[in-house]
């Protein structure tokens, strides 16, 4: 894969990753953050869905891959410093967060009396295991 000159221009960690954070294009609210190589934001670019590097496979992640919730790009932007991506999607299936949530974002730090405890505020809209035993379902037939 050819490097160009837009690529160039993003600040990689050392680890090759940029930060990519995905967001409701008509509401602004925050889906998600995933982690981006090279090669993830070319295919993301060049494909108009979201594909992601993940950390712990060591490999691409095509959004939606096991959960049939893909992303579709509709803006791809780049932070002033170069070291943050935001993709701006249309949420296939309403449903970004593997718990079955509109965003991984759901917990909120409220202090309760003294103390400081993080509140669950966001929904599950679908059970998990019905998500992904669905999913796998079709792809083993």
């Known amino acids: 894969m050819a490097v160009t000159e837009w690529l160039n221009q993003v600040k990689w960690d050392e680890n090759g990753l940029i930060p990519a954070i995905a967001q409701d294009h008509k509401t602004g609210k925050v889906l998600m953050m995933a982690w981006m190589n090279q090669e993830a934001l070319t295919l993301t670019a060049e494909q108009g869905h979201a594909v992601y590097w993940s950390r712990s496979r060591q490999k691409l992640w095509h959004k939606g891959e096991s959960s049939g919730h893909q992303q579709q790009i509709k803006a791809i932007r780049l932070d002033c410093d170069g070291d943050v991506i935001i993709l701006q999607v249309e949420q296939i299936g309403n449903i970004a967060c593997h718990t079955g949530r509109e965003s991984c974002f759901f917990r909120k730090l409220t202090k309760q009396g003294d103390q400081w405890a993080w509140q669950t ?16 379902k079709k792809n083993n037939k």
């Open 121 to 136: 505020i966001d929904p599950v809209l679908k059970d998990p295991e019905a998500i992904y035993k669905s999913t796998t």
